[in-house]
């Protein structure tokens, strides 16, 4: 089993950052990919962005993400971070923290099927 636990949301105005963290404990050596989910009240949860946690670190991105938002790993600390910049009104969600350990189908790579371990989720607000 892997428990993950999430920090770093916030409040930030349009054209803030903010960085979240997400710790993974317990079977880490069984995660292959760790990613970032998102879902706003009425809306059904959104793949932000995903990270493979092998040497060559692949990461693939939703396209509404791309170029603001960049995903990264630190695999002595088993913590992945989401790093978010010109954060947008349409940003504010619950962020959420998975991971798969086994390996995504690719065209869902980005698909919340995909992922068996989930985090208890920080909350963003962008305020315009």
């Known amino acids: 089993v892997v428990q993950l636990v999430e920090s770093g949301g916030g409040s930030v105005q349009t054209g803030g950052t903010l960085r979240l963290s997400c710790t993974a404990s317990g079977a880490t050596s069984t995660t292959l990919y760790m990613a970032w989910f998102r879902q706003a009240p009425g809306n059904q949860r959104e793949g932000v962005a995903t990270?493979?946690?092998?040497?060559?670190?692949?990461?693939y991105y939703a396209d509404s993400v791309r170029g603001r938002f960049t995903i990264s790993l630190n695999s002595a600390k088993n913590t992945v971070y989401l790093q978010m910049n010109e954060l947008q009104p349409d940003d504010t969600a619950m962020y959420y923290c998975?991971?798969?350990?086994?390996?995504?189908?690719?065209?869902?790579?980005?698909?919340?099927?995909?992922?068996?371990?989930w985090g208890q989720g920080t909350q963003v607000t962008v305020s315009s």
């Open positions: 990270i493979y946690t092998g040497v060559e670190a692949s990461t």
């Open positions: 998975a991971a798969a350990t086994g390996v995504p189908e690719w065209r869902l790579i980005l698909h919340s099927s995909q992922y068996s371990h």
